[in-house]
């Protein structure tokens, strides 16, 4: 059974940083693409970052709104994929969920979610 | 980027009905389109992908057509477990997009 497992969600103040760790098992975590999509508040979903696996020498993929702020990152060794979060807004709330990638690179599963809040 | 429009945003519906959300992208994105449920307050779970092949235990009430730039989802008798809010989700181009959501309620 595939199951994605996030943590490290927490309050922050604004400028502040964090990193979200997600564990992944039940499935061959080296060879899928991970994803990292949010949802704020009562609001829809945004696709946030993504990372290739190792024969796609781990190439990442951003959101504009992230781009230069967050770092997506994973070790195959430890199942688990990262997102450090820097120069957090406001506007960053929202619950981030881990996902997996399937085969047409399409988000085939979703972790359960951690919460951030950007706050002072 | 590529917009994901989704009509209607809400709908109504009673049980045994048979629905159907549209999704519309501003450029072809060819048969590049998946369908996520998401419950309140739970995680989305993944429907169909490829436009129309169901994902591995999504159940086949669910069904998904189009390619090119007008897709939709059909629920073929909807139960009370279907009430949800449901996404497409564009992954021709970076950055993958995600339509504005289908809230289906009583």
């Known amino acids: 059974e595939v199951q994605l497992v996030e943590s490290g969600g927490a309050l922050v103040q604004p400028g502040g940083s964090l990193t979200l760790s997600c564990a992944a098992s039940g499935f061959t975590f080296d060879k899928h693409y991970m994803d990292w999509v949010r949802q704020a508040p009562g609001k829809g979903l945004e696709w946030v970052a993504r990372?290739?696996?190792?024969?796609?020498?781990?190439?990442?993929e951003y959101a504009a709104s992230v781009k230069g702020r967050f770092t997506i990152s994973r070790d195959d060794s430890r199942n688990s994929v990262f997102l450090q979060m820097t120069s957090l807004k406001t506007e960053d709330t929202a619950v981030y969920f881990c996902a997996r990638s399937g085969g047409t690179y399409y988000i085939d599963y979703w972790g359960q979610g951690t919460a951030l809040t950007v706050s002072s | 980027d590529i917009q994901m429009t989704q009509s209607p945003s809400s709908l109504s519906a009673s049980v045994g009905d048979r629905v159907t959300i549209t999704c519309r992208a501003s450029q072809d994105i060819g048969n590049s389109l998946a369908w996520v449920q998401q419950k309140p307050g739970k995680a989305p779970t993944s429907l169909i992908y490829?436009?129309?092949t169901l994902q591995s235990g999504a159940p086949s009430k669910f069904s998904g057509r189009g390619y090119g730039i007008e897709f939709t989802l059909t629920i073929s008798s909807l139960q009370p477990e279907d009430f949800a809010t449901y996404y497409c989700q564009q992954y021709n181009e970076y950055p993958v997009t995600f339509g504005g959501g289908t809230k289906v309620e009583f």
């Open positions: 490829d436009s129309s």
């Open positions: 990372i290739r696996n190792r024969i796609n020498t781990y190439n990442t």
